[in-house]
């Protein structure tokens, strides 16, 4: 049964991880979709309340935020096809079970950096906001005729054609223009260790999108594409990978430089248990293993983004984890857990809004049974999901 959206709902539980700081045992006060108190005072609730208590050993934390996802995508082993040979209301019908198996994980907003069609707008539009998580959209990614991703249809090349991209994206309603800056694993014919746009088409994309108030993500796995993407003011930057043809080269002065920017790292992590990566990236996961403890140490801003959709590995409900490897990089388990939540929110345009447990935030709760601060894979058995103040799973 819904609730009324009158009703003041109090959560309770042992422990509060507010998106900052651990609190002691504490009440959420909820009415109409938003967080109206969070109290570790230990005073009872108003009487008029309709209280659910969790009991002395649970957490509760603000919903996860998933910095890095494709929603139209299946997960499947074939979804390259999926995605670009399905119908538009097969495509549709994908993102909104894609959606919902998220929501179950946990991850209650979303950042989509490429579908089809502009389909997750679709989507956003047409499915209730319980039934699936907060989505920040970035609509097709650009990228160069016969680039990575082409498929999607978001190819454009030269000035006019890159400008018009960008305002397409404003014009419907995006909030985030994401640019395949290098090549990429998934595409035939694609080279990640080769930029795609130069710096100069790079900074066009970056100032009209910032003109227009939408910020900007870069897919970068080639050396060139991660410094160029720094230096003209990405807002995040996907993968991270440093690539070379011969092997991955991490460069201090860029990790200097991301740190003076404050640009946010979305680190690609989480591999769904009993899944191996594919044989073209396994050859260097090591590297990269290696790579991101690296980032990580620097002590740059990262989130997690787990590119769910793209294959089994990455099906759909894998964000969990991918913040227990965050842990085993070697981040400790609160800045894990700010990772995933204010710090995400931030890099995805919702500061104050998501990832956090305060006054005037939407009610995006996750209820644990046991501490993620002791060991951090208690995010991967979630007890309860509240989506904008009515439990969803």
Not at 24 to 39: K, Q
Not at 147 to 167: D, I, K, N, S, Y
Not at 288 to 313: Q, Y
Request: include cysteine.
């Amino acid at each position: 049964m819904r609730l009324m959206r009158s009703e003041l709902l109090a959560l309770r539980a042992g422990h509060v991880f507010d998106g900052v700081r651990v609190r002691p045992s504490g009440t959420v006060l909820v009415e109409d979709g938003v967080i109206l108190d969070v109290d570790c005072t230990g005073a009872e609730p108003p009487e008029h309340a309709a209280v659910t208590d969790f009991g002395p050993d649970a957490w509760l934390l603000p919903g996860l935020i998933d910095a890095h996802v494709h929603l139209t995508w299946d997960g499947g082993p074939d979804a390259v096809r999926q995605v670009t040979s399905d119908d538009r209301a097969a495509v549709l019908e994908t993102a909104r079970v894609s959606a919902a198996a998220t929501l179950a994980a946990g991850v209650t907003t979303v950042r989509d950096l490429g579908d089809r069609d502009y389909l997750t707008l679709d989507l956003r539009n047409k499915v209730p906001a319980e039934e699936r998580p907060e989505i920040v959209a970035a609509g097709p990614p650009i990228t160069t005729p016969g680039g990575h991703c082409h498929f999607l249809g978001g190819e454009a090349q030269g000035t006019e054609a890159l400008l018009a991209a960008v305002r397409e994206r404003a014009e419907r309603g995006c909030e985030v223009v994401k640019v395949m800056a290098s090549g990429g694993n998934m595409t035939p014919g694609s080279d990640p260790t080769r930029q795609q746009y130069g710096r100069s088409d790079l900074r066009l994309i970056v100032d009209e999108a910032h003109r227009l108030g939408l910020s900007t993500a870069a897919h970068a796995h080639a050396l060139p594409a991660v410094v160029d993407t720094v230096g003209v003011g990405f807002d995040t930057i996907e993968h991270f990978s440093f690539m070379t043809p011969t092997g991955v080269l991490l460069l201090p002065d860029v990790l200097d430089e991301v740190a003076r920017r404050g640009t946010f790292v979305s680190l690609t992590v989480g591999t769904m248990p009993g899944r191996t990566v594919p044989p073209a990236i396994a050859a260097a996961f090591e590297k990269f293993l290696e790579l991101m403890a690296k980032v990580i140490a620097s002590g740059v801003r990262v989130v997690p983004g787990t590119d769910s959709g793209i294959a089994p590995e990455k099906a759909h409900g894998v964000y969990p984890h991918g913040l227990r490897q965050l842990a085993e990089l070697g981040m400790p388990a609160v800045g894990v857990l700010r990772s995933a939540t204010s710090e995400a929110a931030e890099a995805v345009g919702m500061t104050g809004r998501k990832g956090v447990l305060q006054p005037r935030a939407d009610a995006d709760v996750v209820v644990l049974d046991r501490s993620p601060v002791d060991d951090i894979g208690a995010v991967t058995d979630v007890r309860a999901v509240y989506r904008v103040g009515r439990r969803v799973h």
